[in-house]
């Protein structure tokens, strides 16, 4: 089974589309507080497939324990966090709580059910304001806002992870602006 944390919103619901078109079974956490339960409605009706949803936060460890008791996760797919680049600078605690506290908290429960596989859902925000375009993997990461400071603490952090264990699988996504609509209309921007 696959975790997918933040799965009920626009990225996530997506992945959860083509994921159960290829046979997986999921599990959904999401809080909700920039999405919505309608997309994974809207997902089944796609899919033909129903969606485990738990509704919760990844900063509550005694949440995220449970799930692990309960479904052997065998990845996750780490979608959760805010995402609104002109909120992080009037908040930045905000985002650095959310988004990187919350996936240490994801980390280390994984960490603790022997879970090691991971796909992060970072940004190009990552890479600031670059010298030129297009903009390659290789470019430094210099970031201009919370929002994507918070995004490369936690690629970071999940490097270092890696170093430091190398049963650890992660991968990193670095979107640019993802917009879109799936084929059915049903879901998308």
Known sequence: MILITGGAGYIGSHTCVELLANGEELIVIDNLSNSS??????????SGKAITFVEGDIRDKLLLRSIFTKYTI????????????????GHPLKYYD????????????????????MVFSSSATVYGEPASVPITEDFPLKTTNPYGASKLMIEQILGDLVLADAEWSIALLRYFNPVGAHDSGLIGE
């Open 37 to 46: 339960f309608e997309s994974l409605n809207r997902v089944k009706k796609i």
């Open 74 to 89: 065998k990845s996750v797919v780490h979608f959760a966090g805010l995402k609104a680049l002109g909120e992080s600078i």
């Open 98 to 117: 959310n988004n990187v506290s919350g996936s240490i908290s994801l980390i280390e429960v994984m960490a603790e059910f022997s879970c090691k596989v």
